[in-house]
């Protein structure tokens, strides 16, 4: 019964195993292998992928077929047109590969729609292209003579970077009486030379031999390298150490303190004094890298580690230690010690940035990749094992490439320069050992700007008030643009829109700085020409393509106290303001005497004029009204009168810096009858006089009318282009009362304006800020008739 379960058992696990060994060479036989030597030219032909994959050459650039790698600078690429591996760069195989017995390089290929993943392996072929070389040139041996034929001696080994069969393959010796080789194949530590004493040594016949150690390496023909053996023969010691195992091995942690114990050997030795006394040491065939990192006491045996162990680094050492005596002819035996390194998670996972666009324009659409992201963790195992995440508030997040650690930052949501210009982005890479490890990279992403918005005035509309008389040439206002964008896309430009039309012929004496807004005037303003204009500035940013926005100005041209008063009663043949009065001597007080006319062309108070007497033979006569100009007597005439009177009138304006002019009236005192007369001749002989006098009101009343018409013509064209929100209308003034001044109303929203004459209406008030030229009336339109 047991005999048949055993049976069973033994033909369930041939099943099994063939199973096993039937799927292992399906996979395997999906695989492609190629082999090529190393040293080869660039761009040297490795095999043909697509042939081999049975792959169409004619769909394989258009499914985007790729070598995968993480090396910067692969080996190999494949040609997209034929399907063909070629050489990317020079390959070293003991670069690629050390001295592994084969040097076979794995590359994964991926190909898109649909998703395809191939596997290709290349072997690199090493060639003889390195020597044999000792680590010294010349070595001494110290054997003493008591030493019987056998005796075995472990020389240092000859390296050869190159793999087999070109690494070093034979050692031979010299020809001599007293010494042979032979050689230890230690697998994949190579070949170690061991001298055989094969005749028994006399100190006395030769004290010294001097011997060469060829090593041969596997090349045809065969490359070399010696080293001079002297060996010196000593006086006696029998007795070699012997250890107390046959075989040392160890486990220990990575990353243990400096000064630890990793193990004690122990070896002891029948001879008794100096040629007892075991010494303990590293051999001579020890790698040196070897001697960095652990330390040996020789008195006590103890190896100890003398720099940090690093699993990543290497897995396991295998040390050759040796104990000798203090013989005269010190005698030795070596041992090996294995040691395995247990990996601990002591590396925090690394993130690097394989591909990045530190400038990513706004209007980038969503999914728009920004950089591409590797990270790397050297432990193994679960230690080893990545997650990669990043901050949720913000347009970005990270995606899973087709690579394994490989990841594409990629935009989320639209960009906003004008919201944010900068964005920090931490990208948090963690792994899964006990207790995790994670590492940070801060990565600085710039949203360059896009024109995408039109310059926009601080003030829309602007409006202003200008004196008139201005210097020509300089700066009467400014306008001012700002552009959220930056750079060229928010360099704003400045210019007066002229398009010809009838309205805008003004614009033709404005001038605008370019850069700065600041509007010039090319000549001065008159008040007495025009009041009132508009106009529209444009201002254009520097970007491709180019926005721009307008607004409308608005000025008010100011009146200035320039226009003297202009006496137009009484005036004299000769032009002067000189006239003379004959009144009856019989006359009343508050009679009439005459009126002075006179005329400003400013407006306001400082075309308000009042009069005055300047001068009068006696003040008792005659008084004149301030406001009208009206000269009438205060009193009736006695016989102790004088029968002619002079009197100056001073008639001034009320501007800041009042101007003035004066006339000369004569008054006469006659008889009635006489006067009567004086009536009759005065017609006849001064009809010229009055002729010209009328002449001259005609001309300057039909001249100021003119004037009055065409300004009211302008502001009605102006009223018709404005919004409704800005009215100006002009009202003639019905309080005139003798003085030819102007008295002009207008209307800007709610409020209505009026420029005053000799004559404020009651209920009037000044508006601050209008240099006393403007008062604010009560709406009277219900009773009031407008001028259109």
């Given amino acids: 019964m047991e005999q048949r379960r055993c049976k069973m058992r033994r033909t369930r696990g041939c099943l099994f195993r063939c199973v096993v060994a039937v799927i292992l060479w399906s996979v395997a036989s999906a695989q492609i292998r190629y082999s090529i030597s190393e040293e080869v030219n660039v761009g040297t032909a490795v095999g043909n992928i697509a042939k081999d994959l049975g792959l169409d050459k004619s769909t394989i650039k258009d499914r985007k077929y790729r070598i995968v790698s993480s090396n910067a600078d692969p080996l190999f690429h494949v040609n997209l047109n034929d399907g063909v591996l070629y050489v990317s760069r020079k390959i070293d195989r003991e670069e ?266 706004e209007d980038s659409r969503a999914g728009t990749t920004v950089a591409l992201i590797s990270v790397k963790d050297l432990d193994s195992g679960l230690n ?53 490890l994670s590492s940070e990279k801060t990565i600085n992403v710039v949203v360059s700007d896009v024109n995408d918005n039109s310059p926009f005035f601080s003030l829309s509309p602007y409006t202003f008030y200008v004196t008139e008389v201005n210097e020509p040439g300089t700066s009467v206002f400014s306008v001012k643009a700002f552009d959220r964008d930056e750079n060229d896309n928010a360099q704003i430009t400045y210019h007066i829109l002229r398009d010809g039309r009838k309205g805008n012929s003004f614009t033709s004496f404005l001038n605008i700085n370019s850069e700065t807004g600041d509007i010039l005037a090319l000549k001065s303003f008159d008040f007495e020409t025009l009041k009132t204009f508009q106009f529209q500035v444009v201002a254009t940013d520097s970007g491709t393509p180019s926005l721009s926005s307008n607004v409308t100005v608005h000025v008010f041209i100011l009146d200035q106290n320039d226009n003297a008063p202009v006496i137009l009663y009484p005036v004299s043949s000769n032009g002067s303001a000189e006239g003379v009065e004959e009144i009856p001597r019989n006359v009343n007080a508050g009679h009439l005497v005459t009126k002075v006319r006179a005329y400003d062309a400013d407006i306001g108070y400082n075309g308000w004029l009042l009069f005055s007497l300047q001068e009068v033979t006696d003040h008792s ?90 300004s009211i013509i302008v502001l009605i064209a102006m009223q018709c282009s404005k919004s409704t929100d800005y009215t100006s209308k002009y009202l003639q003034e019905t309080n005139y009362d003798g003085t030819l001044c102007h008295s002009i109303q207008y209307r800007s929203g709610d409020k209505r304006y009026m420029l005053v004459g000799p004559r404020m209406s009651i209920g009037s008030t000044i508006v601050p800020g209008s240099q006393a030229n403007t008062l604010v009336l009560p709406d009277r339109r219900g009773t009031s008739t407008e001028v259109r």
């Fill in 621 to 710: 006569l005659f008084g004149l009204d301030r406001y009208t100009g009206q000269i009438r007597t205060l009193r009736s005439f006695t016989e102790t009168d004088e029968a002619e009177h002079k009197l100056i009138i001073l008639v001034k304006d009320n501007g800041n810096v009042s101007l003035s002019a004066t006339a000369t009236v004569v008054v006469k005192l006659v008889e009635p009858r006489e006067a009567f007369a004086a009536a009759d001749v005065k017609s006849a002989t001064k009809d010229d006089e009055d002729n010209n006098v009328t002449f001259y009101l005609m001309i300057i009343l039909g001249s100021v009318s003119t004037l009055f018409l065409i």
């Fill in 96 to 361: 690629v590969c050390a001295q592994t017995s084969m040097c076979l390089i794995n590359l994964k290929t991926v190909l898109e729609n649909p998703l395809e993943v191939n596997y290709v392996g290349v072997e690199v072929l090493d060639i003889n292209d390195h020597s044999p070389s000792f680590p010294e040139e010349e070595t001494t041996l110290e054997i003493s003579e008591s030493v019987i034929p056998g005796v075995r001696i472990q020389l240092k080994t000859s390296r050869d970077p190159d793999s087999v069969p070109f690494s070093v393959q034979h050692y031979k010796l010299n020809d001599n009486d007293h010494f042979r080789l032979e050689i230890k194949d230690k697998g994949d530590d190579g070949k170690t030379p061991i001298l055989v004493i094969q005749k028994s040594l006399d100190r006395e016949t030769k004290g010294s031999h001097s011997l060469v150690l060829t090593a041969l390496d596997g090349g045809k023909p065969p490359k070399s390298g010696t080293m001079n053996i002297v060996v010196n023969v000593l006086d006696i010691n029998d007795n070699a150490p012997v250890f107390a195992k046959e075989v040392y091995a160890v486990m220990i942690d990575e990353n243990v303190p400096i000064g630890t114990t990793v193990i004690q050997v122990n070896a002891t030795d029948l001879d008794e004094g100096p040629n007892g006394e075991v010494v303990y040491s590293f051999t001579n065939s020890i790698n040196r890298r070897l001697l960095k990192i652990f330390d040996m006491n020789p008195s006590t045996g103890e190896i100890t580690v003398k720099s940090l162990i690093d699993y990543e680094e290497k897995d396991n050492y295998e040390i050759e230690i040796q104990a000798s005596d203090k013989g005269l002819a010190p005698l030795a035996t070596e041992k090996s010690v294995i040691i395995k390194i247990v990996d601990v998670n002591d590396n925090a996972p690394e993130v690097e940035v394989t591909s990045f666009s530190s400038s990513i324009p």
């Fill in 384 to 436: 080893g094992k990545v997650i990669c995440s990043i901050d949720e508030d913000v347009p970005f997040t990270l995606l899973p490439s087709l690579q394994d650690k490989m990841y594409a930052l990629v935009t989320k949501t639209p960009l906003d320069r004008e919201k944010q210009s900068q964005y920090v982005l931490t990208i948090t890479a963690k792994d899964a050992g006990q207790p995790p």
